[in-house]
């Protein structure tokens, strides 16, 4: 047995004593999607462009049309990129676990791999909401044609992405469900993210405190992967469905 396949056996049993798993996911899961990350060397969003000028309420305020741009650019990639064996490693596992999904992503993939509830804490990147009225609607899942501003069909207002940027709270209703599923849950999950962004970091920082076993999938190791029960090295959709394969092969499963 290799490393992976030996932190795997160690997941699968870990997950296995559980009643109610939380899993936290980021950008790594999607990005076998071809969808680049936000903070990866070489490929991640962040090498590439200054997230002060693209992912703040002030930058959209001062060139909404160059935030607008970003957006449509990055809706084409993922309506390109579509699902991968991760995420739908995650809608297998939900079928032999109680799983609470929580997400950092905003491409809606989960949604569009099957999984069902799934708890959105930055927001989602199909969805616009009104600069001036409450209008909120979603946009269909396509390849962009439109470079332009979207305007409010209801009010004529700029409208903007309905994703969270730094500084902006987070949507109160995701942040409780997010809080009320780690106080059910007695593991976590943690899936392609780099542990960086507050608060959703915080849910693996207090997992970790408060002895709740911590499972990280990660090609890379990350701040948390030290204080973690299992570190799996090895990309989420190699992983995820290795991990579904292992709790089936778990003596006493279906
Ligand atoms: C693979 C893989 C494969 C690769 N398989 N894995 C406490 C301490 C310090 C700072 C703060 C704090 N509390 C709040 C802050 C400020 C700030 C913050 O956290 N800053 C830090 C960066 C320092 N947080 C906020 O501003 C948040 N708001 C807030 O706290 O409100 C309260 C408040 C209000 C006013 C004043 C003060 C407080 C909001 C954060 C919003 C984040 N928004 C973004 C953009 C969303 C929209 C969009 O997509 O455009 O969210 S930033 C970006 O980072 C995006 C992501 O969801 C988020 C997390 O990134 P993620 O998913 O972890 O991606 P990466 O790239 O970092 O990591 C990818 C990982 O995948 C890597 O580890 C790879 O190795 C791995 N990987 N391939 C598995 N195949
Ligand atoms: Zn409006």
């Known amino acids: ?5 030996d932190a795997i056996v160690r997941a ?7 009643r109610c798993a939380l899993v936290l996911t980021g950008a790594g899961i999607s990005a076998e999607s071809g969808i680049p990350t936000f903070r990866q060397a070489q490929t991640g969003l962040w090498e590439q462009f200054t997230p002060q000028d693209l992912a ?7 060139d909404p049309e160059r935030v607008w741009a970003w957006y449509h650019w990055r809706r084409t990639l993922i309506a390109r990129g579509g699902v991968n064996a991760g995420h739908r490693g995650l809608v297998e596992l939900a079928t032999r676990k109680t799983v609470a999904l929580v997400t950092q992503n905003v491409d809606g993939l989960h949604q569009a791999a099957g999984s069902q509830h799934v708890i959105e804490l ?4 199909w969805h616009e909401r009104c600069t001036r009225c409450e209008h909120q609607h979603s946009a269909p899942v396509a390849e962009s044609t ?3 501003l979207l305007l409010c069909p209801q009010c004529g207002a700029m409208t903007r992405p ?8 987070l949507p109160a209703a995701a942040l409780y469900d997010a809080q009320q599923a780690l106080e059910r849950a007695d593991c976590v999950l ?5 542990n960086r962004v507050y608060p959703a970091a915080a849910f693996v920082d207090s997992a970790v405190q408060s002895d709740t076993p911590v499972i990280e999938i990660n090609p890379e190791a990350t701040g948390v992967s030290s204080a973690v029960d299992c570190h799996v090295g090895a990309s989420a959709s190699l992983a995820l469905p290795a991990l579904v394969q292992a709790l089936d092969a778990l003596p006493g499963s279906r």
């Open 122 to 125: 930055h927001g989602n990147i």
């Open 190 to 194: 943690v899936v392609g993210t780099s």
């Open 12 to 18: 699968a049993d870990i997950l296995d004593r559980a």
């Open 1 to 5: 047995m290799n490393m992976t396949e």
């Open 56 to 62: 703040t309420p002030e930058a959209f305020a001062q």
């Open 146 to 148: 439109d470079d332009a």
């Open 162 to 169: 309905g994703v969270v940027w730094f500084g902006e709270t």
